[in-house]
């Protein structure tokens, strides 16, 4: 079955980055795009941008632009996202999603405070 | 950017009753393709979300037929006929015609 598994907790001080991780399982990793979704506590869903594992092509939200770096690792079926120069404002859970958000990880709490 | 408008925030409901939540998009959501990409996800407490309809009407495998949706264009609605225990949770309409995907603000269901 498919599954992404994500990683785990992050806190972090601000102008630190972090790099979250996806691992992918139960399909071809390279035939889908995959998704980074944000979630504040207010509980509203940002799309970040996504990543052709096959190709490495990105597409971001301008929102998120300087602020995401998505990679793969095809060796692996993982991907990731860094997060850079953090402010408390990234503080969030962070999802990556596939399948055309049909099938989504766990989440990682990332939490940004001094 | 796509705005998506849900309503309402939250309903509050019996087991067994039937509810409907709208939302509304900014723009067309039907894609060069003619397809139109609106979705329909629940959070249930604690969990990440799960996708219940995709495009518009398309139930997700292992969803009840309890849930479903219509619209077109600019405007849908997810019903929930008879609510059950497990149906409680925030529901989001999301579109991924246009980028950047944008997702409506949730509607929380929660027992009367």
């Known amino acids: 079955q498919v599954q992404l598994q994500q990683s785990g907790a992050e806190l972090a001080k601000p102008g630190s980055s972090v790099k979250i991780s996806c691992k992918a399982s139960?399909?071809?990793?390279?035939?889908?795009?995959m998704h980074w979704i944000k979630q504040t506590t207010g509980q509203a869903l940002e799309w970040t941008g996504y990543?052709?594992?096959?190709?490495?092509?990105?597409k971001y939200n301008e929102k998120f632009k300087g602020k995401a770096t998505l990679t793969v690792d095809k060796s692996s079926s993982t991907a990731y996202m860094q997060l850079s120069s953090l402010t408390p404002v990234d503080t969030a859970v962070y999802y990556c999603?596939?399948?055309?958000?049909?099938?989504w990880g766990q989440g990682v709490m990332v939490t940004v405070s001094s | 950017d796509v705005v998506m408008t849900q309503t309402p925030p939250s309903l509050s409901v019996a087991i067994g009753q039937s509810v409907s939540i709208s939302c509304k998009s900014s723009?067309?959501?039907?894609?060069?393709?003619?397809?139109?990409?609106l979705h329909w996800l629940l959070q249930s407490p604690g969990r990440s979300p799960k996708r219940l309809i995709y495009?518009?009407?398309n139930l997700g495998s292992g969803v009840p037929d309890r849930f479903s949706g219509t619209g077109s264009q600019k405007d849908f609605t997810l019903k929930i006929s008879r609510v059950e225990a497990e149906d409680l949770g925030v529901y989001y309409c999301?579109?991924?015609?246009?980028?950047?995907?944008?997702f409506g603000g949730g509607t929380k269901l929660e027992l009367k």
């Open positions: 999301a579109q991924t015609t246009h980028f950047p995907w944008t």
């Open positions: 495009q518009v009407s």
């Open positions: 139960g399909y071809t990793f390279t035939s889908y795009a």
């Open positions: 723009q067309s959501l039907v894609y060069s393709d003619g397809k139109t990409y």
């Open positions: 999603a596939s399948w055309g958000l049909k099938y």
């Open positions: 990543i052709a594992p096959g190709s490495g092509g990105t």
